[in-house]
C-alpha cells in the first residue's frame, strides 16, 4: 500500500498538469506544468518539468518526482 504522504503520479501524464502548492509564498498557489524535460535523449527518460504559478507567471524547473511530496503539492487546484 502506498504511503499516504506521496502523490500518485503517471510521469507521461504530466504536461498541462494543474497543481496546488500546500505552503504558498508570494500568493503563487496555483502551478501549471508547462514543459516536461528528458535530458537523456536516447532513453526519453522525464528528468524535469518546468512548473509556472498562474498568478504571477513565474517559471521554474524541479525534478518531476518533487510532485510525489503531499507535504509540498497538491494534484488539481484546490
Do not use: C, Y
Not at 508570494?26 to 508547462?34: A, G, P, R, Y
Amino acid at each position: 500500500m502506498p504511503s499516504p504522504t506521496l502523490n500518485q503520479i503517471n510521469p507521461t501524464k504530466l504536461k498541462l498538469s494543474k497543481w496546488t502548492a500546500v505552503n504558498p509564498q508570494d500568493k503563487e498557489k496555483h502551478f501549471l506544468v508547462t514543459k516536461v524535460i528528458d535530458l537523456e535523449k536516447p532513453k526519453h527518460l522525464i528528468e524535469f518539468v518546468q512548473i509556472e504559478a498562474v498568478l504571477t507567471k513565474r517559471s521554474f524547473r524541479m525534478r518531476w518526482e518533487d510532485l510525489t511530496d503531499a507535504t509540498k503539492w497538491v494534484q488539481g487546484w484546490v
